[in-house]
């Protein structure tokens, strides 16, 4: 039977994010739909204020260095904007005003590498009110979906210009898979991936213990481990080599401790790519944080001891 969508009436963005997070605290949900209406002026509300930087990062046309891409990148910036705004303007019922972030190019052969899970976003005006309607092949809602509003509340800001403003939003957003993930960064890649293999080896041949315990730290850790959905080894790789040129000055149990950490998010990557057990994963992930943690800690020691 098919029925009509009830948009709940919503004052403040952060209630999305709420029911969200409330959705998926048991676990994973599949096809999870959020329907909302809400004032247009929401768009320039304190939530889009403190989200908004971040926001702006995923939709820069070329990706900041320390994002994998970004979804201006995919969707082509403020050309594909202004596609949106050119259709609304010509034809608000358009049902070409949208933008897409992926194609089937993009997605085979891909494996494990990082790809939008952000799809589609579909505008339409049908008097006062906007029709907005976004589509995620996963949403994480804890870290990521603050910034996904942000961004939903950018486009709006941009495809209203030239229109007659509207007075409400109607949005929906559908996941075919939403989850609640602690530790989630975003796609954010760690200080330590972004170097260079110059940095690194002149950390590790300066010796410089604070910078190498930073670069550690932002792999990850308990408490509070990062999870990393994509997963990256050149950075520690390079740490390691870096160290054994130079192991003298480094204790053994840290280098130990290193290599054993990158044989494990090594294996991550690998089950990653041919295993979708999660328990297996998981249980393979926490390996190389502990391995992590006494590397740290190895680092913490020596810093105590010159100090």
């Given at each position: 039977?098919?029925?009509?969508?009830?948009?709940?009436?919503?004052?403040?963005?952060?209630?999305?994010?709420?029911?969200?997070?409330?959705?998926?605290?048991?676990?994973?949900?599949?096809?999870?739909?959020?329907?909302?209406?809400?004032?247009?002026?929401?768009?320039?509300?304190?939530?889009?204020?403190?989200?908004?930087?971040?926001?702006?990062?995923?939709?820069?046309?070329?990706?900041?260095?320390?994002?994998?891409?970004?979804?201006?990148?995919?969707?082509?910036?403020?050309?594909?904007?202004?596609?949106?705004?050119?259709?609304?303007?010509?034809?608000?019922?358009?049902?070409?005003a949208l933008l897409s972030l992926i194609s089937m190019t993009d997605i085979l052969g891909s494996g494990d590498a990082a790809i939008?899970?952000?799809?589609?976003?579909?505008?339409?005006?049908?008097?006062?009110?906007?029709?907005?309607?976004?589509?995620?092949?996963?949403?994480?809602?804890?870290?990521?979906?603050?910034?996904n509003l942000a961004e939903m509340a950018l486009m709006i800001r941009k495809v209203i210009i030239g229109l007659e403003r509207p007075?409400?939003?109607?949005?929906?957003?559908?996941?075919?898979?939403?989850?609640?993930?602690?530790?989630?960064?975003?796609l954010e890649r760690a200080p330590l991936d972004i170097a260079t293999g110059v940095e690194i080896g002149a950390t590790t041949a300066?010796?410089?213990?604070?910078?190498?315990?930073?670069?550690?730290?932002?792999?990850?850790?308990?408490?509070?481990?990062?999870?990393?959905?994509?997963?990256?080894?050149?950075?520690?790789?390079?740490?390691?080599?870096?160290?054994?040129?130079?192991?003298?000055?480094?204790?053994?149990?840290?280098?130990?401790?290193?290599?054993?950490?990158?044989?494990?998010?090594?294996?991550?990557?690998?089950?990653?790519?041919?295993?979708?057990?999660?328990?297996?994963?998981?249980?393979?992930?926490?390996?190389?944080?502990?391995?992590?943690?006494?590397?740290?800690?190895?680092?913490?020691?020596?810093?105590?001891?010159?100090?």
């Amino acid at each position: 039977m098919v029925t009509n969508l009830v948009y709940k009436k919503i004052e403040v963005l952060d209630t999305i994010w709420l029911d969200a997070k409330k959705a998926c605290k048991d676990g994973i949900v599949y096809n999870l739909v959020l329907a909302y209406e809400f004032k247009v002026s929401l768009t320039d509300s304190p939530f889009v204020t403190v989200h908004e930087e971040r926001a702006r990062e995923w939709q820069s046309e070329v990706a900041p260095s320390h994002l994998p891409f970004s979804h201006g990148q995919y969707f082509k910036g403020e050309t594909g904007m202004q596609h949106v705004s050119n259709e609304l303007k010509a034809k608000v019922a358009s049902r070409r005003a949208l933008l897409s972030l992926i194609s089937m190019t993009d997605i085979l052969g891909s494996g494990d590498a990082a790809i939008p899970s952000f799809m589609v976003a579909q505008f339409g005006k049908m008097r006062q009110t906007l029709y907005v309607t976004e589509y995620f092949r996963a949403l994480e809602v804890g870290k990521f979906l603050p910034i996904n509003l942000a961004e939903m509340a950018l486009m709006i800001r941009k495809v209203i210009i030239g229109l007659e403003r509207p007075e409400t939003v109607r949005l929906v957003l559908l996941a075919f898979q939403a989850h609640l993930t602690p530790g989630f960064h975003c796609l954010e890649r760690a200080p330590l991936d972004i170097a260079t293999g110059v940095e690194i080896g002149a950390t590790t041949a300066g010796h410089d213990l604070k910078k190498l315990l930073y670069w550690l730290e932002g792999k990850g850790g308990w408490p509070g481990a990062r999870y990393e959905s994509e997963i990256i080894t050149s950075g520690l790789e390079g740490m390691v080599e870096g160290v054994k040129l130079c192991a003298s000055r480094y204790p053994p149990q840290f280098l130990s401790a290193l290599n054993l950490a990158v044989q494990s998010l090594r294996r991550v990557k690998e089950l990653r790519i041919s295993c979708s057990e999660e328990r297996i994963i998981d249980g393979e992930y926490r390996k190389y944080v502990r391995h992590l943690e006494v590397a740290m800690n190895e680092l913490r020691r020596a810093l105590d001891g010159a100090a």
